[in-house]
């Protein structure tokens, strides 16, 4: 009995394992971005099925030491502008160094499958005036999205970065990591309950 259990429960953590699908986004860094922007960041779409955002990661660095936050936002392709306030915002953020340095952040959200959204630094309430560097990406472009910066905040104005993207990283999966495990779990208790009806009346 307790062979049989252990097995199932190996096999099906395997199982459940297999089945969270993931998307990647992956855009190397093959120049540099330079601005004094409020805020800036790169625009992207949520996948269609694998809709929630794990992990954000940008790369930047700056000549002054400068702290900012760092938002994830639904973003209006048309009108250039956020659409209402941040979905996620991260602790604040320093980056005391002349070197380039990666920054990630890690919301778990739930997007709208095919919905535009940005991820952007925030340096507003803290530094606004200090230049930042971004690695960028201008050969191999994001159909996606693109990067953008505010050039003023009232009224709110974007400007919107061309064929250039920020070197970026994103990682999708479809659903919350507890309501996998949830499902996993009530679906090895169900077998369980099945596999010991089936030994009793036998």
């Known amino acids: 009995m307790l062979k049989h259990t252990t097995f199932s429960a190996l096999l099906l953590i395997v199982v459940?394992?297999?089945?969270?699908?993931?998307?990647?986004?992956?855009?190397?860094?093959n120049n540099q971005i330079s601005t004094e922007g409020r805020e800036l960041g790169q625009t992207f779409t949520a996948p269609t099925t694998d809709n929630v955002l794990q992990s954000f990661t940008i790369r930047l660095k700056t000549i002054q030491p400068t702290t900012f936050d760092f938002n994830v936002a639904a973003w209006d392709n048309v009108n250039l502008k956020l659409i209402g306030?941040?979905?996620?915002?991260?602790?604040?953020?320093?980056?005391?160094?002349?070197?380039?340095?990666?920054?990630t952040i890690t919301p778990d959200l739930v997007l709208v499958p095919g919905g535009s959204?940005?991820?952007?630094?925030?340096?507003?309430?803290?530094?606004?005036?200090?230049?930042?560097?971004?690695?960028?990406?201008?050969?191999d472009p994001y159909s996606g999205g693109a990067f953008?910066?505010?050039?003023?905040?009232?009224?709110?104005?974007?400007?919107?970065?061309?064929?250039?993207?920020?070197?970026?990283?994103?990682?999708?999966?479809?659903?919350?990591?507890?309501?996998?495990?949830?499902?996993?779990?009530?679906?090895?208790?169900?077998?369980?309950r099945a596999g010991f009806t089936k030994r009793s009346s036998s």
Not at 117 to 139: F, Q, R, T
């Open 16 to 29: 459940c394992q297999t089945a969270r699908a993931v998307v990647t986004y992956d855009f190397p860094s």
């Open 85 to 103: 306030p941040p979905l996620y915002t991260s602790p604040r953020t320093s980056q005391p160094s002349a070197y380039y340095v990666d920054f």
């Open 117 to 139: 959204y940005i991820a952007y630094i925030d340096k507003s309430n803290y530094n606004p005036n200090n230049n930042v560097m971004l690695a960028g990406n201008g050969l």
């Open 148 to 192: 953008v910066f505010m050039s003023s905040p009232q009224p709110e104005t974007w400007i919107h970065g061309g064929q250039e993207d920020l070197a970026f990283a994103a990682r999708f999966v479809p659903e919350p990591e507890w309501l996998s495990i949830t499902g996993c779990l009530v679906f090895l208790t169900r077998a369980r």
